[in-house]
């Protein structure tokens, strides 16, 4: 086990973090195989047992910086397939993802999306991902309460944008409420259930929502 030096300066937390990323398995393959972060073998493993990005798909991925899950979508739909990244921060080129630097939350965000992907009824999303966590404070229910905001807000997102059949796929923290979201979920999509890929850490609280088969015709709930 490599530990940490000169980490007098650091907090316990900031310690007790920078510790697990030395000895993640995750993280070394990620640095050997080029891609951007641990967090691509998520999407990856996930994938893998549930089949979401289909070759030709068109994907959508919300808070995607710094990319690792818009990596895997690229690979994985090919070049007859369509990857959309959406951050307000900057993200680096990443081949065969067209990213826009933009706020998912803009009122004006989901026609603008449709356009891109073909206008109207055709410019439907197949998939919407969203790997986002709200900066975290160390409390363990506010913490919670952002997380799920964000979930709740990528699900109304996923629901203009998506075609009929489609999938959303989004990080949340075990807690209680997101129970609601996965029962509002189960309205509008044929399959949902809570998934937890082996790269998830098993010490953390973070679960996936997988919903899939949407039944709507992308227009939000009132």
């Given at each position: 086990?490599?530990?940490?030096?000169?980490?007098?300066?650091?907090?316990?937390?900031?310690?007790?973090?920078?510790?697990?990323?030395?000895?993640?398995?995750?993280?070394?393959r990620a640095a050997r195989e080029g891609?951007?972060?641990?967090?691509?073998?998520?999407?990856?493993?996930?994938?893998?047992?549930?089949?979401?990005?289909?070759?030709?798909?068109?994907?959508?991925?919300?808070?995607?910086?710094?990319?690792?899950?818009?990596?895997?979508?690229?690979?994985?739909?090919?070049?007859?397939?369509?990857?959309?990244?959406?951050?307000?921060?900057?993200?680096?080129?990443?081949?065969?993802?067209?990213?826009?630097?933009?706020?998912?939350?803009?009122?004006?965000?989901?026609?603008?999306?449709?356009?891109?992907?073909?206008?109207?009824?055709?410019?439907?999303?197949?998939?919407?991902?969203?790997?986002?966590?709200?900066?975290?404070?160390?409390?363990?229910?506010?913490?919670?309460?952002?997380?799920?905001?964000?979930?709740?807000?990528?699900?109304?997102?996923?629901?203009?944008?998506?075609?009929?059949?489609?999938?959303?796929?989004?990080?949340?923290?075990q807690g209680g409420t997101e129970a609601?979201?996965?029962?509002?979920?189960?309205?509008?999509?044929?399959?949902?259930?809570?998934?937890?890929p082996p790269a998830s850490r098993s010490?953390?609280?973070?679960?996936?929502?997988?919903?899939?088969?949407?039944?709507?015709?992308?227009?939000?709930?009132?």
């Open positions: 086990m490599e530990r940490l030096k000169g980490g007098k300066r650091r907090t316990p937390s900031s310690r007790a973090w920078l510790q697990r990323q030395l000895n993640d398995p995750y993280v070394a891609l951007r972060s641990r967090a691509a073998y998520k999407l990856a493993e996930i994938d893998d047992k549930y089949h979401l990005l289909k070759p030709a798909a068109r994907v959508v991925d919300l808070g995607a910086a710094p990319g690792g899950w818009s990596e895997v979508a690229a690979r994985r739909v090919g070049a007859s397939g369509r990857v959309i990244a959406l951050d307000i921060l900057e993200i680096k080129p990443i081949a065969g993802v067209e990213i826009l630097q933009l706020d998912f939350l803009d009122a004006a965000a989901p026609e603008l999306l449709k356009e891109r992907l073909g206008g109207k009824e055709q410019g439907r999303a197949d998939v919407v991902l969203s790997d986002m966590a709200a900066n975290a404070t160390g409390h363990r229910q506010t913490d919670h309460l952002r997380i799920m905001a964000l979930a709740e807000a990528a699900a109304a997102f996923a629901r203009e944008v998506l075609a009929p059949g489609g999938s959303f796929l989004c990080k949340v923290l609601a979201l996965l029962a509002e979920l189960k309205r509008d999509f044929a399959s949902v259930k809570h998934v937890k010490d953390s609280a973070e679960l996936y929502l997988l919903a899939q088969g949407f039944r709507g015709g992308g227009s939000a709930p009132g």
